[in-house]
């Protein structure tokens, strides 16, 4: 995480977000945007992704925190991020319990090998 | 590079990436039962925890105005009296009405428990505890990643380079 930004950002629904703030992760940048965005019932696919690309371009977030759940709802704008940093991280909710099988940094890990690159 | 060399650089590489993938299960079974199960969401729930607002944008907006206090660069009074409980904490630490903004950019930041009251249920702060630990875990999680990834574009170059010293096999 050498040379950005040390902050974790967060999107999540209320108690996801909740949480990671009682944590102590909250922060305004210098134009007063924050470092997460609670997603709730009636948060479009748009904000959600908007604000993905948003912290994804900020250089102060080195780590983004994502519930899988709303992963699955932008993964196409997930699966497009190949950098390392910020590193995005799919952690379950309470509705909405982890799925390895969902997350795009295991999926690519899993097509690291076939058979032919193993001979 | 010789064919064998690589071959053995290649397994090296490989063996490690397995260990990361290995560590990096472990990790995440650990931080997905932190916030989901332990502590996290039971601590919460149990805690009938609510923001101090009807709504997480007026939380949105008090961290803002929270922010403003602590930067000093407005008073409590411009900020707006709504705002006094959330804003307690950070008003009790300034001494007497504020005339010019103190600068406060060498304080410690504020505990959000104190957005809560002196006194907050143990749940609270077990919840607190619960998602300060996954926090830790979150970083490490993102270090391993970006191992895994490198590991996985090393593991690629060295694929290609085998196969141009051994096209036979490819």
Known sequence: MAGRGELIAVIGDEDTVTGFLLGGIGELNKNRHPNFLVVEKDTTINEIEDTFRQFLHRDDIGIILINQYIAEMVRHALDAHQHSIPAVLEIPSKEHPYDAAKDSILRRARGMFTAEDLR | ?170
């Open chain 2, 1 to 170: 590079m010789e064919a064998p060399d690589l071959r053995v650089e290649l397994d090296s590489l490989l063996l490690q990436l397995l260990r990361d993938l290995e560590e990096l299960e472990g990790k995440r079974a650990v931080l997905n039962a932190r916030v989901e199960e332990v502590g996290g969401w039971g601590s919460l729930r149990d805690g009938q925890f609510h923001p101090p607002f009807s709504s997480f944008s007026e939380t949105q907006e008090g961290l803002q105005k929270f922010e403003v206090v602590r930067a000093g660069i407005h008073t409590p009074e411009e900020v707006g009296p709504g705002e006094a409980a959330f804003l307690s904490s950070a008003l009790r630490r300034r001494k007497g009405p504020a005339k010019t903004p103190e600068p406060q950019s060498s304080e410690a930041p504020q505990d959000p428990l104190n957005w809560f009251g002196i006194l907050v249920p143990h749940s609270l702060r077990q919840a607190q505890a619960s998602f300060r630990d996954g926090l830790q875990l979150a970083a490490d999680i993102a270090s391993l990643q970006n191992r895994i990834d490198w590991g996985r574009n090393q593991l690629r170059g060295l694929q290609e380079k085998l196969k141009k010293l051994e096209p036979g096999t490819a």
